[in-house]
């Protein structure tokens, strides 16, 4: 899997890394799984970082599902900052973000912005 994460429970922080290439499955399946880990808490905020995504096979339905799926399951008080240097991989993370995520979801081009 393109994506990998670990938890930094001092922080109540989850740092994810995308790379290669990266899928509506591959985010789904992401998603899933840090709704099944027991390290993640309400509301841990997650730092994803895509700079290493070489081809992003993201669809404009992926983009719809990810966001009704966060509707379904999201974790009170968590917040999402998304690291894109790439403009295809920006743009892409800010219409998930315009789809109904705006509140909790920011999209950046540098860690150092997103922190």
Not at 12 to 20: D, E, N, P, Q, V
Not at 82 to 108: C, H, K, L, P, W
């Amino acid at each position: 899997m393109p994506i990998t994460y670990r938890v930094d429970a001092g922080d109540a922080l989850i740092l994810t890394t995308a790379t290669g290439t990266l899928s509506d499955d591959d985010i789904l399946a992401h998603k899933r799984a840090l709704l099944d880990d027991p390290a993640v808490v309400p509301g841990m905020a997650e730092l994803s970082d895509v700079r290493g995504v070489k081809e992003l096979a993201v669809t404009p339905d992926g983009v719809r599902m990810f966001t009704s799926f966060d509707r379904a399951n999201a974790r009170p008080g968590g917040r999402l900052a998304i690291v894109a240097s790439e403009d295809f991989t920006f743009g892409t993370a800010r219409m998930y973000q315009m789809g109904g995520a705006e509140d909790n979801v920011g999209v950046f081009r540098t860690v150092e912005e997103a922190r």
